[in-house]
């Protein structure tokens, strides 16, 4: 097999002029689960942007943007890991994942009854990608075995140092009773402490 030379890694006036850069992001934003409503504005104006070092919980009431400044956060983790060999392959370096919170638990409870993805096979790919973004943590209501699931993830990638980013309606403290007030909801809310804690303001923009 030819080996590939590397062209360009580091300058993305290369990429953005390259015809088939944008198919091949947009190739990329389906594979790592951002939103398509939430692809615009990179696409159009080519913002890079600088790849996020440290764990993130977003929080504020509906419609302030945390989804929207989470998927910024995506897009740019995959701009800057992409690299171009040769005249035409581009190839991503990192794993991103971006997945609302019951999406990712109705994933894990369709995974004992089909021949696909087991429950170890998901839980360790959210556990170990370059960055998680959990979307709408608090939106809806967990058992104790979705508090669990979730603890397990979040506590794999605390301990490996692997950043995270967590979009909730919920401040920390509030988070604690809507995940039921178990030893495991503490748990949680007790890594979710150490993020850096950011709280969006505002009206709804959606109305």
């Not at 790592?32 to 409503?37: E, I, S, T, W, Y």
Request: glycine content about 8%; aromatic content about 8%.
């Amino acid at each position: 097999m030819q080996s590939l030379t590397l062209l360009q890694t580091s300058n993305p006036t290369l990429l953005w002029s390259h015809r088939d850069f944008i198919p091949f992001l947009e190739r990329q934003f389906i594979r790592c689960g951002v939103p398509k409503r939430y692809w615009g504005t990179t696409l159009e104006n080519k913002q890079l942007g600088e790849p996020i070092r440290e764990s993130l919980y977003l929080y504020g009431n509906t419609g302030t943007g945390k989804t929207h400044e989470a998927a910024k956060l995506a897009k740019a983790k995959i701009i800057a890991s992409t690299q171009l060999y040769g005249e035409s392959q581009f190839v991503n370096l990192s794993k991103v994942a971006m997945i609302g919170v019951a999406k990712l638990l109705d994933n894990l409870k369709k995974s004992y009854n089909n021949s696909g993805l087991t429950e170890g096979e998901i839980v360790a790919h959210f556990s170990t990608c370059n960055l998680l973004i959990l979307d709408d943590l608090g939106a809806d209501a967990l058992s104790d075995w979705g508090v669990s699931k979730l603890f397990d993830i979040i506590d794999e990638r605390y301990a490996n140092l692997l950043p995270t980013v967590i979009t909730s309606n919920y401040s920390p403290r509030d988070l604690f009773s809507r995940l039921g007030g178990s030893t495991t909801a503490q748990a949680i809310v007790s890594r979710l402490c150490t993020y850096e804690r950011r709280q969006l303001e505002g009206k709804d923009r959606r109305l």
